[in-house]
C-alpha cells in the first residue's frame, strides 16, 4: 500500500538534545510538508520541499532542520535551539503538479515531548 | 495575504440530524479549498476540495461542501451524522506566495454526534 511513514510514533527529548523525526513516502510525491500541531491551534508549516535537495521554510521553522536528499525521505530535526518542542508533529506529501489542485496525505504524525 | 476561519471551537448534533461545519475564507484571486479529517492521534484524510465548476462538492464518507463565492464560505455539510463522524475536521486554502503552493489551515472544528 501506498502512504507515508512516520517514526517514531512517540519521542521524548532532553534538555540541549537534538532529535531527528522520519518521514518517509512511496507515493513518488514530489513535494513533502512538516507541520506542527498544538491544541487549538489547527497546523502550523515548518518547512516544505518541492523537489529534491530544495526546501523552504515555513511560518515557523526557526530551531528546526530539515534535508531533502531522496524523493522518498524528508526527516525533521528539532534542535536544541527550540524552546518548546512540545506537540504533534505531521509530514505529508502532494504531487507538486497542478498549481496547487491536489491534496495532501498525511502521516500519522510524532507525538514529542520534553523529559 | 490568504486566511481561512473556522468559527466554531466545537458543533454538537444528535445522530441521524443534519450537520454543518463552517468555514470562511480569504484570498486573492481564485480559492482552491481543501476539507480534512483528523481522528485522534492519527494523521488528516482528505475529504474533499474545490477547484472551480460546481459549487457543490461531493466528497468521502457521504460529506459535500458548498462553495459560496458572495459569502466566501465553503462549509461541510452531510445530511444524516453519524457517531463515528465524530472527529476534528480542518478547512484549509491554497497559498501561493513566494511562488510554491502551500496549504493554511483553519483552526479546526471539534464535531461531536451524539447517540
Known amino acids: 500500500d501506498g502512504g507515508i511513514t512516520q517514526s517514531p510514533k512517540y519521542l521524548f527529548r532532553k534538555e540541549g538534545q537534538n532529535v531527528t523525526l522520519s518521514c518517509e513516502q512511496n507515493?513518488?510525491?514530489?513535494?513533502m510538508y512538516w507541520y506542527r500541531q498544538d491544541p487549538g491551534q489547527g497546523l502550523r508549516l515548518i518547512y516544505y520541499s518541492q523537489i529534491v535537495n530544495d526546501f523552504q521554510k515555513g511560518d515557523i521553522a526557526e530551531g528546526y532542520s530539515v534535508s531533502r536528499e531522496k524523493k522518498e525521505s524528508f526527516p525533521l530535526t528539532v534542535t536544541s535551539a527550540q524552546k518548546n518542542p512540545t506537540a504533534f508533529y505531521l509530514c505529508?506529501?502532494?504531487?507538486?503538479?497542478?498549481?496547487?489542485?491536489?491534496?495532501?496525505?498525511f502521516g500519522d504524525g510524532t507525538r514529542l515531548s520534553i523529559l | 495575504a490568504q486566511s481561512v476561519a473556522q468559527p466554531e471551537d466545537q458543533v454538537n448534533v444528535a445522530e441521524g440530524n443534519p450537520l454543518t461545519v463552517k468555514c470562511t475564507y480569504s484570498v486573492s484571486g481564485n480559492p482552491y479549498l481543501f476539507w480534512y479529517v483528523q481522528y485522534p492521534n492519527r494523521g488528516l484524510q482528505f475529504l474533499l476540495k474545490y477547484i472551480t465548476g460546481d459549487n457543490l462538492v461531493k466528497g468521502s464518507y457521504g460529506f459535500e461542501a458548498e462553495f459560496n463565492k458572495s459569502q466566501t464560505s465553503f462549509h461541510l455539510k452531510k445530511p444524516s451524522a453519524l457517531v463515528s463522524d465524530s472527529a476534528l475536521y480542518f478547512c484549509?486554502?491554497?497559498?501561493?506566495?513566494?511562488?510554491?503552493?502551500?496549504?493554511?489551515f483553519g483552526a479546526g472544528t471539534r464535531l461531536a454526534v451524539h447517540p
Open positions: 505529508a506529501s502532494s504531487i507538486a503538479q497542478g498549481g496547487g489542485n491536489q491534496p495532501q496525505h
Open positions: 507515493l513518488n510525491h514530489d513535494a
Open positions: 484549509a486554502v491554497r497559498d501561493r506566495s513566494g511562488g510554491y503552493n502551500k496549504l493554511i
